[in-house]
Structure formats: structure tokens, C-alpha cells
């Protein structure tokens, strides 16, 4: 399999819109009808349930499971960790977004402890990679204050350490199994100042992740939004009409779109100290 082919890429999208896979999502207010809306674009079936004592019943019926640590309490702490061991214990993938993680030291205790339950992949900015890595002051309250090539290092190690898919996702995104490294360019200046795309991001890669293996399906889902991103920033005179313009893309999104309009390129492994 070719991981960087448009037509490799476009097949996992299809079959996103295809088998239309149930996303379970506990995500923080502000993501959740972007989240919601972007799964739908994409062909995939978004579903915001965060209570713990539905977790047994809701994990055997979904496909994936997203968890977003962008706002937390002592109840959503435990329905994380309650999800994340259901749907380890039942062979299903799950994805972490790391919201945060280095800000405070709720957030670092939740990533930790989320991450000791293996997650099958994990989407975070570079700030966030770092901070996970153990580099303080890569975070400014949940943005990045590193570009991601600067994460690259981390990631790798970070995907090594842990047996989790990692993508470093920024201007550039990179995305790593600790022995092969994708690069995707794509999307739109407008993107980060566009509240909550990048955990729409997360909720789209838990879709992807129900229907490929884990490489692949980061990648795909992450060229794919970098295509949609980046169609739907020419569209556009600033970031307030971006969401609706992005998940029009989203749901029109043919193969030409992803050759066009995002670049997938396989780099060497930077070998970690």
C-alpha cells in the first residue's frame, strides 16, 4: 500500500461515507457541534455521549471512540478513563487529543493516566507533543508556542514509547508510527484562528480509525482535512463562514480535491537521542 497515493487516500474516505461508522465523542463544549458537523460532512455518525454509566452500552455499538481532554472535571476524567477501557477491552480504536496538556497539572495527570490505557492514536499540536515529551513552556493555555517540525523528535518517540500512531499537526503535519514518517501539507492560514478545527480534526481521524488500519487512516483523515482546509480557506474572506465552507468541502470532496490541493510525502526517521 502506498500511504502517500491521492487514490489510497480517496479509498479511505470513501469508505468513511461508505460504512458511515458511529464516532463516540466526549469533547469539550466548544468543539462539539463543529466536531459533530464535520463527522457528518464526512459521511460518519457523531455521537457527544460522555456519561460513564453509558459507556459498556455505547462501546458496543460504535465504531471508535474520541477522547478530548479540553475541558475537564472529576466526572469527565472518569468517563474518559472508563471509555478508554471499554473500548481497549473490546478491540476498538480510540484516539486522544491531548487539549492543553502542559498548561496544568489536572491536564498532565489526565494525559498521563489516559495514556497509560494505550490509545490506538494520538492528534495533538506541537506544543502539546512536547509537553508530552516533557519540554515545558511548548504551550501557551491550549495553543502551540512551537512550530510542528520542531515535534518531530517527540512524536517519533512519543509513538515508539507508547505503540500509538502520533500526528504532530500544525502548518506543516507529521504523522508517525516511531518507524515511518508522513509528512501533509495543506489547509489554510484562517485554520487556527477558527475555534475548535483542530479537535474536529481529532473527531474526523476517530472516523477514519473505524474503517483502516492506524497509519493509514491518520494520514488519510489528516490529508483529507488538509485538502477541505485548504479548498475552503479560498473560499472565504476571514475565519467566521470557515467551519460551514470546511465541511462543505468535506462532504464534495473528490479525488482530484486531495491531489490539488494537499501534498503527502514520505521524509526520513529522525533518530531520537
Not at 457528518?40 to 452500552?57: Q, T, Y
Not at 512524536?155 to 515508539?160: M, N, P, R, V, Y
Not at 492506524?214 to 483529507?224: F, K, N, Q, R, T
Request: with cysteine; proline share 5%; hydrophobic share 50%.
Amino acid at each position: 500500500m502506498n500511504l502517500t497515493d491521492p487514490r489510497t487516500i480517496f479509498d479511505c474516505n470513501e469508505r468513511v461515507r461508505e460504512q458511515r461508522p458511529l464516532v463516540q465523542n466526549i469533547a469539550n463544549f466548544v468543539s462539539m457541534t463543529i466536531s459533530a458537523n464535520v463527522l457528518l460532512a464526512a459521511g460518519s455518525s457523531p455521537a457527544m455521549v460522555h456519561a460513564a454509566e453509558e459507556v459498556d452500552d455505547f462501546s458496543a455499538i460504535a465504531s471508535a471512540l474520541c477522547i478530548n481532554i479540553g475541558t475537564l472535571s472529576p466526572d469527565w476524567v472518569r468517563s474518559m478513563k472508563v471509555a478508554a477501557e471499554w473500548y481497549g477491552r473490546r478491540g476498538k480504536p480510540w484516539l486522544l487529543d491531548p487539549v492543553g496538556v502542559g498548561a496544568t497539572k489536572l491536564r498532565d495527570r489526565t494525559a498521563a493516566e489516559l495514556i497509560a490505557l494505550r490509545p490506538t492514536a494520538i492528534r495533538a499540536n506541537a506544543g502539546e507533543i512536547l509537553a508530552l515529551a516533557g519540554q515545558s513552556g511548548s504551550v501557551r493555555g491550549v495553543d502551540s508556542a512551537a512550530g510542528s517540525k520542531a515535534a518531530i523528535g517527540a512524536a517519533i518517540a512519543l509513538a515508539k514509547s507508547t505503540g500509538a500512531i502520533v500526528a504532530a499537526t500544525g502548518e506543516t503535519d507529521y504523522v508517525t508510527d516511531g518507524r515511518q514518517l508522513i509528512a501533509i501539507e495543506g489547509g489554510h492560514a484562517l485554520m487556527p484562528v477558527s475555534t475548535a478545527l483542530g479537535c474536529a480534526l481529532s473527531s474526523l481521524c476517530g472516523a477514519f480509525l473505524a474503517v483502516a488500519e492506524p497509519m493509514p487512516a491518520m494520514i488519510s483523515a489528516l490529508a483529507v482535512y488538509a485538502a477541505a482546509g485548504k479548498i475552503a480557506g479560498k473560499r472565504v474572506k476571514g475565519p467566521g463562514h470557515l467551519p460551514a465552507e470546511l465541511c462543505d468541502a468535506l462532504h464534495n470532496l473528490c479525488e482530484a480535491d486531495i491531489a490539488a490541493n494537499s501534498v503527502v510525502r514520505s521524509l526520513p526517521v529522525t533518530e531520537v537521542a
